[in-house]
């Protein structure tokens, strides 16, 4: 396995807009390795999410844990979604607390829609459309926009809730574990 270095706030690659994989490309050799050490420095850095441009990598590709709501004190499977497309469904947006492994030590509240449905490539190449609210619509919303170049400070409505993790902690966080 292989950690890969985590661009950081900054870096223009975190601005650029990633290209959509081809079907045959996500079968390769070189992308099941990608995916794989994507899902090892997600987990090395214990992010939910990771996408192929805070690796470096200009691909529409990302990773994530999504919890699947049932009580399993274990850790979500992680998943990788390639060419994602969100579709919002409804008109509820929740603001809620988010961090990001390009911005270190930094949290704050940004508004998303509450329920997506989003259709992508899994990594053998198949088809998927999944359903999403609340946590993982948030992970998802969060990780698509680095596709595209948008980093969550981007999405807040103000930055009167931007806050230092030791503050969060110390201020804001609901259940210390
Ligand atoms: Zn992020």
């Given at each position: 396995m292989s950690i890969l270095k985590v661009a950081r706030m900054g870096h223009p690659v975190l601005r650029a807009k990633a290209r959509p994989l081809?079907?045959?490309?996500?079968?390769?050799?070189?992308?099941?390795?990608?995916?794989?050490?994507?899902?090892?420095t997600m987990s090395e850095y214990h992010g939910v999410g990771l996408a192929a441009p805070q690796i470096h990598e200009g691909l529409r590709i990302f990773v994530a844990a999504l919890d699947a709501g049932d009580d399993d004190e274990d850790e979500a499977e992680p998943i990788a979604l390639i060419n994602p497309e969100i579709t919002v469904v409804g008109s509820d947006v929740v603001e809620d607390w988010e961090g990001c492994l390009s911005i270190p030590d930094i949290r704050g509240r940004v508004p998303r829609a509450?329920?997506?449905?989003?259709?992508?490539?899994?990594?053998?190449?198949?088809?998927?459309?999944?359903?999403?609210?609340?946590?993982?619509?948030?992970?998802?919303?969060?990780?698509?926009?680095?596709?595209?170049?948008?980093?969550?400070?981007?999405?807040?409505?103000?930055?009167?809730?931007?806050?230092?993790?030791?503050?969060?902690?110390?201020?804001?966080?609901?259940?210390?574990?």
């Open positions: 081809e079907k045959a490309e996500i079968r390769t050799a070189a992308m099941q390795k990608l995916i794989d050490d994507m899902i090892d509450r329920e997506i449905k989003v259709r992508a490539f899994d990594r053998t190449g198949a088809r998927i459309e999944l359903s999403a609210h609340d946590f993982p619509a948030r992970v998802i919303q969060h990780e698509t926009d680095h596709l595209d170049g948008v980093l969550f400070f981007d999405r807040m409505k103000s930055l009167a809730s931007m806050t230092f993790l030791d503050e969060y902690s110390r201020y804001w966080r609901k259940d210390p574990d």
